[in-house]
């Protein structure tokens, strides 16, 4: 059965440079070829900009102008921020302690999508109550 996850950006590094951080149910969902992966605009331009600053290495990619080419190769379909996103963003009711707006795009379009987000993000737990469908990947 065809099942649809929106990946976030510790999830997209983890695939491309450390596989053994990725749980083995993580791993299997990503294994199978009946499932849909979808990677956040957003979450794109977060990995570029932690790439250029030094904060993520990545062996495949020898630029930043590796990142986009690598995440479709691997047949990762792109997710760009919608209008309705936006609403769900406005809407959103942030978390104490919880500031970081990547995060919160994310989270609005998992939940307009109505599509299951994976994430390592524990902050993420927090939306639960918001209706949001998450694996968590416990590192």
Do not use: C
Not at 32 to 38: A, G, I, K, S
Not at 42 to 53: A, D, F, P, Q, R
Not at 107 to 131: G, M, N, P, V, W
């Amino acid at each position: 059965m065809e099942r649809r996850y929106l990946l976030d950006t510790q999830t997209v590094v983890f695939f491309f440079s450390d596989w053994q951080e990725l749980m083995r149910n993580v791993q299997e969902i990503l294994e199978d070829y009946n499932n849909l992966f979808y990677v956040s605009t957003t979450t794109v331009k977060e990995i570029i900009h932690l790439y250029n600053s030094g904060r993520i290495k990545v062996k495949k990619w020898k630029t930043a102008a590796d990142i986009l080419p690598a995440i479709k190769a691997a047949y990762f379909e792109l997710l760009p921020v919608k209008e309705e996103h936006l609403a769900t963003y406005a809407a959103l009711t942030t978390q104490k302690g919880h500031n970081d707006p990547n995060d919160h795009i994310v989270i609005s379009q998992a939940l307009t999508e109505q599509i299951i987000l994976i994430s390592s993000d524990h902050r993420f737990k927090q939306y639960l109550s918001q209706k949001l469908r998450l694996i968590f990947n416990k590192r």
